[in-house]
């Protein structure tokens, strides 16, 4: 008896520290914040490197040992980058974003390196690098 009351402890330990409703805990939302730093760092260091922004998935793939914490987030399609566009001074595009920030607002990485939380409908109007 003492087994099950310890696991229906830590079944409501669980549930109520992930939550089961449709809305996602603090920890999972952060999630793509410092992915998307991490992204920033990388596209920041491949002009000193004289490396050009990756313009597909092909060219990025030998450059993945330089994003090490974003890398698996673009390839998974978790992290949505707009190919080719890269860091500038005082930019205000939107280079790479959540993937969810399209129906639920998330995290984006704008030109000048800055990564920035928007609801969708900031995203919605907001510049994306590239796009006219």
Do not use: R
């Amino acid at each position: 008896m003492n087994q099950l009351k310890s696991l229906v402890l830590m079944v409501s330990v669980v549930f109520g520290t992930f939550g089961c409703s449709g809305s996602k805990s603090s920890t999972v939302d952060d999630s793509m914040k410092p992915a998307l730093q991490d992204f920033a760092q990388f596209l920041g260091a491949l002009p000193s490197d004289g490396v050009k922004p990756p313009k597909k998935l092909a060219e990025f793939l030998p450059l993945e040992p330089m994003a090490p914490m974003s890398a698996e987030f673009l390839k998974n399609g978790k992290l949505v980058y707009f190919w080719g566009a890269g860091l500038k001074t005082g930019g205000q595009s939107i280079v790479a974003y959540e993937k969810d920030v399209e129906t639920s607002g998330g995290w984006v990485l704008l030109e000048d390196g800055s990564v920035k939380k928007l609801t969708s409908e900031q995203f919605s109007t907001a510049p994306k690098a590239g796009k006219k």
